[in-house]
């Protein structure tokens, strides 16, 4: 169970990090070139945030429930906060994870209930990509913080 999500989480990333480009291009290019809001950019922008709802549902069993890392680290949490890889597993990857998610979610929201197609646009591509930037600076590439596997096998 714990090896299946683990792979599916790490694998997952690589389809949020594909679908929050081309949302936040495809969204872009809509607002600068006065394009309708078509039936394909909305199930694209669906695609994104369904990506990130998969990503923290799986994300919170293994942080609550499956992770033999976070059982340890978290029966002293108190402990965690001193060193950065368990502070960054502790609290900065989900705090940001779910920072990240609520925001793209925000957005769409917002984009939904805006009037015009240039504006459903403009609000989509500024919020995904204040969410996709946060997304970015948590994932443990191990460049500014933990480092995992790219591809995990
Ligand atoms: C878009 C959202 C997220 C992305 C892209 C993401 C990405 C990742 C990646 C790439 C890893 C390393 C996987 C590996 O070792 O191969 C990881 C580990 C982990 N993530 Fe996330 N994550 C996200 C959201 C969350 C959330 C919201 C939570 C908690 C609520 C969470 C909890 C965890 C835990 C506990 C681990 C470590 C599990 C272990 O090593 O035992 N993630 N995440």
Known sequence: MYDLLLLLHSWLRWVVVA???????????????????SASVKKWNTFFIASLHTQLVIGLILYAFVSPMMQNILSDFGSSMKNSET????????????????????????????????????????????????????IPFGIWNVERPFFRF
């Open 19 to 37: 679908l929050a480009i081309w949302a936040i291009l495809e969204n872009y290019k809509g607002w600068k070139s006065g394009l309708s809001y």
């Open 87 to 138: 502070r960054f597993w502790s609290v900065e990857h989900i705090f940001g994870m779910i920072l990240g998610i609520a925001i793209a979610q925000i957005g769409s929201i917002k984009s939904k209930k805006q009037t015009t197609d240039s504006a459903k646009f403009e609000v989509a591509f500024k919020w995904f990509l204040a969410g996709f930037i946060i997304i970015m600076l948590m």
